[in-house]
Protein backbone atom coordinates (compact mmCIF):
# COMPACT_ATOMS: atom_id res chain seq x y z
CA UNK A 1 0.00 0.00 0.00
CA UNK A 2 1.62 3.36 -1.22
CA UNK A 3 1.79 6.41 1.09
CA UNK A 4 0.44 9.89 0.19
CA UNK A 5 3.62 11.10 -0.59
CA UNK A 6 4.70 8.48 -2.68
CA UNK A 7 1.11 8.88 -4.56
CA UNK A 8 1.38 12.66 -4.62
CA UNK A 9 4.79 12.42 -6.11
CA UNK A 10 4.10 9.53 -9.26
CA UNK A 11 0.99 11.85 -9.78
CA UNK A 12 2.73 14.98 -9.99
CA UNK A 13 5.55 12.50 -12.14
CA UNK A 14 2.30 11.51 -14.14
CA UNK A 15 1.58 15.56 -15.01
CA UNK A 16 4.99 16.72 -16.05
CA UNK A 17 4.31 13.60 -18.82
CA UNK A 18 1.33 15.62 -19.45
CA UNK A 19 3.22 18.39 -20.07
CA UNK A 20 5.82 17.30 -21.67
CA UNK A 21 3.43 15.05 -24.44
CA UNK A 22 1.24 18.77 -24.94
CA UNK A 23 4.54 20.56 -26.09
CA UNK A 24 5.62 18.05 -27.94
CA UNK A 25 2.32 17.69 -29.21
CA UNK A 26 2.58 14.00 -29.35
CA UNK A 27 -1.26 13.73 -29.90
CA UNK A 28 -1.21 9.77 -29.14
CA UNK A 29 0.22 9.96 -25.37
CA UNK A 30 -1.74 12.85 -24.87
CA UNK A 31 -4.58 11.14 -25.75
CA UNK A 32 -4.12 8.01 -23.63
CA UNK A 33 -3.76 10.44 -20.50
CA UNK A 34 -7.49 11.18 -20.49
CA UNK A 35 -9.64 8.37 -19.71
CA UNK A 36 -13.34 7.49 -21.39
CA UNK A 37 -14.74 9.21 -20.34
CA UNK A 38 -13.61 12.39 -18.70
CA UNK A 39 -15.61 15.64 -18.27
CA UNK A 40 -14.38 19.57 -18.93
CA UNK A 41 -16.33 21.24 -15.76
CA UNK A 42 -16.74 25.25 -16.82
CA UNK A 43 -18.64 28.03 -15.51
CA UNK A 44 -19.55 29.15 -19.03
CA UNK A 45 -21.17 26.25 -20.07
CA UNK A 46 -22.68 22.95 -18.84
CA UNK A 47 -20.47 20.18 -18.02
CA UNK A 48 -18.87 18.60 -21.96
CA UNK A 49 -18.51 14.82 -21.54
CA UNK A 50 -16.16 13.52 -23.59
CA UNK A 51 -17.03 10.02 -24.21
CA UNK A 52 -15.29 8.31 -27.02
CA UNK A 53 -12.43 8.09 -29.35
CA UNK A 54 -13.40 10.48 -31.53
CA UNK A 55 -14.55 13.17 -28.93
CA UNK A 56 -11.22 12.95 -27.67
CA UNK A 57 -9.29 13.96 -30.62
CA UNK A 58 -11.32 16.72 -31.67
CA UNK A 59 -11.07 18.33 -28.10
CA UNK A 60 -7.43 17.95 -28.96
CA UNK A 61 -7.27 19.37 -32.39
CA UNK A 62 -9.84 22.17 -31.50
CA UNK A 63 -7.74 23.29 -28.68
CA UNK A 64 -4.43 22.87 -30.35
CA UNK A 65 -5.88 24.93 -33.35
CA UNK A 66 -6.64 27.60 -30.85
CA UNK A 67 -3.91 27.80 -29.21
CA UNK A 68 -1.24 27.85 -32.20
CA UNK A 69 -3.33 30.71 -33.22
CA UNK A 70 -2.33 32.68 -30.63
CA UNK A 71 0.75 31.90 -31.36
CA UNK A 72 1.88 29.47 -28.78
CA UNK A 73 5.09 27.68 -28.53
CA UNK A 74 5.53 25.74 -25.05
CA UNK A 75 3.68 25.64 -21.67
CA UNK A 76 5.99 25.42 -18.39
CA UNK A 77 4.73 23.94 -14.70
CA UNK A 78 4.87 26.83 -12.57
CA UNK A 79 3.27 25.11 -9.58
CA UNK A 80 2.10 21.38 -8.89
CA UNK A 81 -0.02 19.79 -5.53
CA UNK A 82 -1.01 16.63 -5.24
CA UNK A 83 -3.84 15.69 -2.97
CA UNK A 84 -4.28 11.21 -3.22
CA UNK A 85 -8.05 10.51 -2.42
CA UNK A 86 -7.24 7.20 -1.99
CA UNK A 87 -5.50 4.05 -3.97
CA UNK A 88 -6.48 4.98 -7.23
CA UNK A 89 -8.24 8.36 -6.95
CA UNK A 90 -6.65 12.03 -6.88
CA UNK A 91 -6.70 15.68 -7.08
CA UNK A 92 -4.49 17.76 -8.53
CA UNK A 93 -3.86 21.49 -9.01
CA UNK A 94 -1.68 22.99 -11.36
CA UNK A 95 -0.62 26.36 -12.19
CA UNK A 96 0.46 26.71 -15.82
CA UNK A 97 1.93 29.66 -18.06
CA UNK A 98 2.01 29.20 -22.55
CA UNK A 99 4.37 30.97 -24.35
CA UNK A 100 4.67 32.33 -27.66
CA UNK A 101 8.36 31.33 -29.68
CA UNK A 102 9.70 34.93 -28.44
CA UNK A 103 9.59 34.26 -24.33
CA UNK A 104 6.00 36.33 -24.59
CA UNK A 105 3.46 34.86 -22.15
CA UNK A 106 0.24 34.35 -24.15
CA UNK A 107 -1.50 33.17 -20.99
CA UNK A 108 -1.43 31.90 -17.17
CA UNK A 109 -3.87 29.34 -16.29
CA UNK A 110 -5.19 27.16 -13.20
CA UNK A 111 -6.53 23.84 -13.81
CA UNK A 112 -7.43 21.29 -11.28
CA UNK A 113 -7.68 17.78 -12.13
CA UNK A 114 -9.16 14.74 -11.01
CA UNK A 115 -7.49 11.19 -11.78
CA UNK A 116 -8.21 7.83 -11.43
CA UNK A 117 -5.35 4.89 -11.89
CA UNK A 118 -7.09 2.36 -14.16
CA UNK A 119 -4.40 -0.32 -12.63
CA UNK A 120 -1.99 0.28 -14.55
CA UNK A 121 -1.65 4.34 -15.15
CA UNK A 122 -2.92 7.39 -13.77
CA UNK A 123 -5.69 8.92 -16.07
CA UNK A 124 -7.45 12.37 -15.96
CA UNK A 125 -11.32 11.74 -15.93
CA UNK A 126 -12.59 15.75 -15.22
CA UNK A 127 -10.51 19.02 -15.64
CA UNK A 128 -12.19 22.54 -14.23
CA UNK A 129 -10.21 25.46 -15.23
CA UNK A 130 -10.01 27.66 -11.40
CA UNK A 131 -10.67 31.46 -12.85
CA UNK A 132 -8.32 34.08 -11.00
CA UNK A 133 -8.88 35.97 -8.74
CA UNK A 134 -10.34 32.54 -6.99
CA UNK A 135 -7.60 29.92 -5.75
CA UNK A 136 -9.56 26.52 -5.90
CA UNK A 137 -8.88 23.95 -3.66
CA UNK A 138 -6.08 23.96 -0.73
CA UNK A 139 -6.41 27.78 -0.85
CA UNK A 140 -2.90 27.72 -2.60
CA UNK A 141 -1.51 31.31 -4.14
CA UNK A 142 -1.27 31.51 -7.38
CA UNK A 143 2.11 31.46 -8.97
Given amino acids: MANSEQLAREIEEFYRGYIDAFNREDIDLFLQMFDLPYVIVSGERAATIVADEAARQNFYTQMMIGIHNRGWARS ?65 ARS
Fill in 76 to 140: EIDLMKAWPLGEKLAMLLADVTRYKRDGAVIERLRACYTLRHDGKTWRIVALTEVRAPFTGPGDI
